[in-house]
Each structure stands twice: as structure tokens, then as C-alpha cells.
């Protein structure tokens, strides 16, 4: 079964700085999906960034991008030039290409705090 | 403007009711789900469904029932053999049912048992 791990419960970052949010995950798929998904006190769940597995080249959102390493699986998250409102729950999750479900698997979420 | 609505925000429920939440979308995607979030966890599959009067079970579907009658709507029932239904609860949909589509979410309802 695949799972999706964020080992880093709570992170913290001075405004202005740049911070990386872990995230590791296990699959025996060669091709899926791979999301992080912000979510602030109001709950609602925002997507981030996405990244195809079949593409080598890593995605960005301006101030967000990604580290995807493919046979380490793991995915991480850096925010450049942190501002207040990146404050939030960070989730990253996976989909599986080929799923009769096409479900999101989740993280645990990692919180971010943003130091003024 | 287009998007997921879930109604209502707040519900309480008595132990023995079944409550149902509403979500509609007019964004004409085909798939709908249902999560599950509880404090310091991600996202559980509750429901899901990729056409009209089609629809499968998730990772934790025991206590819960969907109807998807109308492309737009996929109201979740709570019932009362959900043991512990109090919880904050996603609609979310996609396009289609094709994985690279990005799934997008409501703004979720909150449910306390009383």
C-alpha cells in the first residue's frame, strides 16, 4: 500500500527567509502524482504545487518550488521569502496514475509557523 | 464564480441521528469525494464517485451512505452507526476520473456529536 510521510510535525521560519518541508513516500508505481496542498485556520484545503512523476524537471509556483527525487522518493516543499500568510498546515499528498479509486493519499501535515 | 459549496459549516448532532451534509459544485467536474479530517491528521477517503449514480467506498466508509443523483451534488449521510462521526468533513471534486486531474476542495463542515 502506498503511504506518505511528513517526519517534521511543526516548522518554524523568520519572515522574509526560506524554509523546506519534508516529505517522503512509498510506491511501487513507476507513475503518479505528487501535490501539496496548504491549509490555513479557515480549513479549506489549497493546492500548492504539483508535480507529474514522469517529468524530470521540478515544479514552481512562483515563491513555492519543489526537490523531487524520484528514486529516493521523497518530495519536499521550499518557500522562499516567507510571508505571514504562508502560516497554515502543509499536507503533501500522492495520487496513483493507474487507481480505480483515483484517491489522494495523505501526510500527517506539517505546521508552519511564521515568525514576524 | 465556480466552486465546491458544503453546507452547513457547523452541525451538532444527538447520538442516534443521522445528519446529512451538502456539498454542490458548478465547476461540471465528473468526480466527487468525501474526507474526513480529524485534529493533527491528513485527509481519509470517505466516498467516492466518478459519474452520475455510481459510486464506491473509500478507506473508511463504515457508518456513512452518499447518493449521487445529480452531477452537481454528493451529499454525505452520517449515520448512527458511525461510532465517532465528530470530525471536520471535505467535499472535493475532479474533472475527471483520470488521476493527473487535480482535485479541488470545499470549504469542509464541521460536525460535533452532542
Known amino acids: 500500500a502506498q503511504t506518505v510521510t511528513q517526519s517534521q510535525p511543526e516548522m518554524s521560519v523568520q519572515e522574509a527567509e526560506t524554509v523546506t518541508l519534508s516529505c517522503t513516500y512509498d510506491?511501487?508505481?513507476?507513475?503518479?502524482?505528487l501535490f501539496w496542498y496548504k491549509q490555513p485556520p479557515s480549513r479549506q484545503m489549497i493546492l500548492v504545487i504539483r508535480?507529474?512523476?514522469?517529468?524530470?524537471q521540478n515544479a514552481t509556483e512562483n515563491r513555492f518550488s519543489v526537490n523531487f527525487q524520484k528514486a529516493a522518493k521523497s518530495f519536499s516543499l521550499k518557500i522562499s521569502d516567507s510571508q505571514l500568510g504562508d502560516a497554515a498546515m502543509y499536507f503533501c499528498?500522492?495520487?496513483?496514475?493507474?487507481?480505480?479509486?483515483?484517491?489522494?493519499?495523505f501526510g500527517s501535515g506539517t505546521r508552519l509557523l511564521v515568525r514576524p | 464564480d465556480g466552486g465546491i459549496t458544503q453546507s452547513p459549516k457547523y452541525l451538532f448532532r444527538k447520538e442516534g441521528q443521522n445528519v446529512t451534509l451538502s456539498c454542490e459544485q458548478n465547476?461540471?467536474?465528473?468526480?466527487m469525494y468525501w474526507y474526513r479530517q480529524d485534529p493533527g491528521q491528513g485527509l481519509r477517503l470517505i466516498y467516492y464517485?466518478?459519474?452520475?449514480?455510481?459510486?464506491q467506498k473509500g478507506d473508511i466508509a463504515e457508518g456513512y451512505s452518499v447518493s449521487r443523483e445529480k452531477k452537481e451534488s454528493f451529499p454525505l449521510t452520517v449515520t448512527s452507526a458511525q461510532k465517532n462521526p465528530t470530525a471536520f468533513y471535505l467535499c472535493?471534486?475532479?474533472?475527471?476520473?483520470?488521476?493527473?486531474?487535480?482535485?479541488?476542495f470545499g470549504e469542509g463542515s464541521w460536525l460535533t456529536v452532542v
Open positions: 464517485s466518478q459519474i452520475v449514480n455510481d459510486f
Open positions: 510506491t511501487s508505481e513507476s507513475d503518479y502524482y
Open positions: 465547476l461540471n467536474h465528473d468526480a
Open positions: 472535493a471534486s475532479s474533472m475527471d476520473r483520470y488521476s493527473g486531474n487535480t482535485i479541488y
Open positions: 499528498a500522492y495520487r496513483p496514475w493507474m487507481d480505480s479509486s483515483y484517491k489522494l493519499i
Open positions: 508535480q507529474e512523476a514522469y517529468k524530470q
